[in-house]
């Protein structure tokens, strides 16, 4: 059974950073893509980043790149999602999710291709 566990979330001020840690079970994590989505009240889930299974190739939506990273460490089976200079518009539920890495170079970035998803940690910017 595959358990995606998400962890790391909090309230803070604009201009904080805060770090997110999923944990992954069941599943052989290195042949895995990993993605972070986020859900603000009253929005549609949003992709936010992903990371190849090797760790090698990452992609991130446009309003976070240069603010947050996404890392992974497979022999923790831990990917995680750092996030600097917060803004009150990031506040969101977040959500790790994994994608059976089909070929090299794949990165997906919609909802409907990933497997398996974390149960999500809020994330609160306070202004």
């Known amino acids: 059974q595959v358990q995606l566990v998400e962890s790391g979330g909090g309230l803070v001020q604009t201009g904080d950073s805060l770090g997110l840690s999923c944990a992954a079970s069941?599943?052989?994590?290195?042949?895995?893509?990993m993605g972070w989505f986020r859900q603000a009240p009253g929005k549609e889930r949003e992709f936010v980043a992903t990371?190849?299974?090797?760790?090698?190739?990452?992609y991130y939506t446009d309003s976070v790149k240069g603010r947050f990273t996404i890392a992974r460490v497979n022999a923790k089976n831990t990917v995680y999602l750092q996030m600097n200079s917060l803004k009150p518009e990031d506040t969101a539920v977040y959500s790790c999710?994994?994608?059976?890495?089909?070929?090299?170079?794949?990165?997906?970035?919609?909802?409907?291709?990933?497997?398996?998803w974390g149960q999500g940690t809020q994330v609160t910017v306070s202004s």
């Open positions: 990371i190849s299974g090797s760790g090698g190739d990452t």
């Open positions: 999710a994994a994608k059976l890495q089909y070929y090299s170079g794949y990165m997906p970035t919609r909802v409907y291709e990933y497997d398996y």
């Open positions: 069941g599943l052989s994590f290195s042949n895995y893509a």
